[in-house]
């Protein structure tokens, strides 16, 4: 077995840098996770963001390790603490120990997972994860696919494949991709990077429980096959980032095989769904995509970058990225495997694998699933509190662990309605109580949470939605003073009721 003192025994790192990162990594293992009592939120303000940027600069001269490690802890200060457990914001990256551990591992030996010459070792553990998470969600045997830097990069890289799939490059101008409302803006931005404008992208609305309609989705592809357009590809939402709504996949799967289009699920959230012994149903149908993204550093609890896209088959991802160099000649992929440098748009790359594989092989699937559990009861003790308090709406269903709602008091218009809750938002934050931080529900300023730190329990979340409900409270109060000296805000019809009650 390899030793990571390798290195240090070699002479070519100096020893005291070995001994400086060993107290320095005992250190940093004392600070996860963070208390309650900590900054869920420190950000350099924009002048001290130009002071620090001087402060930083390396110069011409050599440092003390120490002073420069110290330096890099105020760096690391000023961030937002997503395992904080009082953070609800956007969907946040909760690692496990176990994750960090792995991510740790993949560093210190730095491997670069571009072929098999280089990492057979690693690529190996990269191809069973594929396997192993193509199984998951009921793609077949053929399943083929790679990590990468997450979601985004995963969607890039299965729109290129399908691109390259169903269209001749003739076609490019007249092909039509189907979306949803709701669609997430990473689809959107990789559509352009494939080379497709605005106009070939056909959104259609959502349902009131935010998943596409399918209804619409058919009529649209008619009309448009019609007018001389070539529909090629839909993508389907498994876990809204907005909401946590998963479109109807099944549906969605047959129109996709009845009008002859490509299937693309971004699951880079709710793909985890499949994990779970209890709600593995939610995602039913996903295993018949041609393509499926996927994000460890999301609901797999693992550390950022770890990305994955799979295919129904590998020849897709081959079609658009298998290249050849002079120089990478020699390197040959024994039989019946490939070279990951032609299944990504990337060549040198890290073994992004490992730290997915070294979670789940050490807690196995069930744990996992408990895990991915712990986030719907934490959404669902969410969503029960807050529906005890007056004047709460919740914005749309809770399916997943994402919740979104809106301090509602009867009398203010939709535009202070708006102004209230993004206040709200922003108390909470500055009064660090917790990041719940705004969306915009059909177009209304709404507040949302994203419940997936396992580590947190119901009744922390029970008492943040007390103590959102007293602050809103308060910020009623402020609003209605305010705009006793501005009438013209308040709803005409009950101004007058709802100023008595603030009374
Ligand atoms: C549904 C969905 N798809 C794609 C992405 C993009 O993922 P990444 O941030 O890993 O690039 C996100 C990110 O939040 C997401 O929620």
């Known amino acids: 077995m390899g030793s990571i003192g390798e290195e240090d025994r070699s002479g070519n790192e100096p020893s005291g840098i070995m001994l400086e990162a060993e107290s320095f990594l005992t250190r940093l293992l004392t600070i996860m996770p963070p208390p309650p009592s900590d900054p869920i939120v420190q950000k350099l303000h924009a002048h001290e963001i130009q002071s620090m940027q001087q402060q930083v600069m390396p110069g011409d001269h050599s440092q003390d390790l120490s002073s420069v490690l110290h330096e890099a802890m105020t760096v690391f200060d000023n961030r937002m603490r997503l395992t904080h457990p009082h953070c609800f914001s956007y969907i946040p990256a909760c690692p496990t120990p176990l994750a960090r551990l792995g991510d740790l591992l993949t560093s210190v030996y730095n491997v670069n997972a571009v072929s098999w010459d280089v990492s057979s070792g690693p690529n190996a553990v990269e191809k069973a994860m594929i396997a192993w998470l193509g199984g998951q969600l009921g793609l077949p045997d053929s399943v083929g696919g790679c990590f990468v ?75 448009d096959r019609k007018s001389g357009r070539v529909p090629f590809l839909l993508v389907a939402n498994c876990g809204s980032t ?77 079609r658009s990225f298998a290249v050849d160099a002079e120089y990478l000649s020699g390197i040959l992929a024994p039989q019946g495997t490939t070279n990951f440098y032609n299944l990504s748009p990337e060549l040198s790359r890290p073994a992004r694998a490992i730290s ?35 004047n709460w709406i919740i914005a749309a269903p809770t399916v997943a662990s994402i919740v979104v709602f809106q301090y509602a008091p009867r009398g203010l218009d939709k535009e202070a309605l708006d102004a209230l809750n993004a206040v709200i938002s922003q108390r909470l934050l500055a009064e660090n ?71």
């Open 149 to 223: 830097s997450g979601g985004s990069i995963a969607n890039m890289t299965a729109i290129v494949a399908a691109r390259d799939e169903m269209l001749h490059p003739t076609q490019r101008g007249d092909a039509v991709i189907y979306t949803s409302d709701q669609t997430h803006i990473s689809i959107r931005k990789a559509l352009h990077i494939s080379g497709f404008m605005d106009y070939q992208i056909h959104k259609i609305p959502s349902d009131d429980a935010f998943r596409i309609d399918v209804d619409l989705l058919r009529h649209a592809i008619n009309t």
């Open 242 to 318: 907005n909401t946590g709504s998963i479109d109807p996949l099944h549906a969605l799967a047959d129109i996709a095989r009845d009008e002859g289009l490509w299937l693309h699920v971004d699951g880079a959230y709710g793909a985890s769904i499949a994990l779970s012994d209890k709600n593995r149903y939610l995602v039913d149908g996903i295993g018949r995509a041609d393509s499926v993204s996927w994000d460890g550093h999301k609901w797999l609890f693992q550390t950022y970058g770890c990305g994955i896209v799979l295919m129904r088959k590998v020849g897709s991802l081959l």
């Open 433 to 503: 109580i917790a990041a719940i931080l705004t969306t915009k529900i059909r177009g209304r300023t709404t507040l949302r949470m994203c419940t997936m730190n396992p580590l947190v329990k119901p009744e922390t979340i029970a008492n943040v939605i007390l103590q959102v409900d007293k602050l809103a409270q308060s910020e009623l109060h402020n609003t209605y003073s305010k705009m006793a000296n501005k009438p013209h805000t308040l709803c005409r019809e009950c101004s007058v009721g709802v100023l008595q009650d603030a009374g």
């Open 356 to 390: 997915l594989w070294l979670t789940l092989k050490t807690l196995g699937r069930h744990r996992m699933g408990e895990m991915i559990d712990q986030g719907f009861l934490l959404a669902q003790t969410a969503d029960h509190n807050i529906r005890q308090y007056k």
